[in-house]
């Protein structure tokens, strides 16, 4: 099925540094989401947007809506070590199913 | 809180066996939940749509016959491997909307394997 590019995808940065990571796509999106999912779990909503250029925060956590709706970026301050695991996009246009990147896999050393 | 609830969280078995992993919607109703499956280091592939009270729509290239999904209430949908071999070892994982918003939110996931 289709897919988002994301990337990168995988990181490696030390503890206290920022992150930041993106989705693009060849169409065009009315609702960007951000997951996060840990070993053997489901994913867990961080952010959800639903405008172009929308900016959102969640804690340490800021995505925003790409003003071509094509794109969005999650940003992530000061990252802990908790903040390991893997972070997916998705998009969503219409009342069609949700669309994956595939994961950007994080590593935080202490 | 959880909105999603998913059972059992892995499972083993034997090559040949059924196995049924159950989703239970623990908040609103669910008249469409989702079923993804998620192999290891990659994205989660949407495998169908189940539709509360009718059949399910099925993505390309998945076997409906293979793949039984039943959706008889408004908050469990079943999805059963038939036959299970070991090429279905696999991540699976259902998700649902919650009331009318288009977010979905994801159970915590079953990991099948066969032997």
């Known amino acids: 099925g289709q897919q988002l590019n994301q990337s990168p995808q995988s990181m490696f940065i030390q503890e206290g540094e920022d992150v930041s990571m993106n989705c693009t796509s060849s169409?065009?999106?009315?609702?960007w989401l951000w997951y996060k999912q840990d070993p053997g779990e489901g994913p867990v909503l961080l952010i959800a947007?639903?405008?172009?250029?929308e900016l959102t925060s969640n804690g340490r956590l800021t995505a925003q809506f790409g003003i071509t709706r094509k794109d969005s970026f999650l940003n992530i301050s000061a990252s802990i070590p908790s903040d390991v695991g893997i972070y997916f996009c998705?998009?969503?246009?219409?009342?069609?199913?949700?669309?994956f990147g595939k994961g950007t896999r994080l590593s935080v050393i202490a | 809180g959880a909105v999603v609830s998913q059972h059992p969280s892995w499972v083993i078995c034997k090559s040949g066996t059924s196995v049924k992993i159950e989703c239970r919607s623990l908040?609103?109703?669910?008249?469409?939940m989702f079923w993804y499956r998620q192999f290891p280091k990659q994205s989660l592939m949407l495998m169908a749509t189940?539709?509360?009270?009718?059949?399910?729509?099925?993505e390309q290239g998945v076997e409906k016959d293979k793949f039984l999904i039943n959706h008889a209430s408004l908050t469990l949908s079943t999805l059963t491997v038939t036959s299970a071999h070991p090429e279905d070892s696999s991540f699976y994982i259902c998700?649902?909307?919650?009331?009318?918003?288009?977010?979905?939110?994801f159970g915590a996931g079953t990991r099948l394997s066969v032997l």
């Open positions: 169409s065009i999106f009315n609702t």
């Open positions: 998705a998009g969503r246009s219409g009342n069609t199913p949700l669309v």
């Open positions: 947007l639903y405008k172009a250029g």
């Open positions: 998700s649902k909307h919650t009331g009318s918003s288009v977010i979905q939110y």
């Open positions: 908040d609103f109703q669910a008249t469409t």
């Open positions: 189940s539709n509360e009270g009718s059949k399910a729509t099925y």
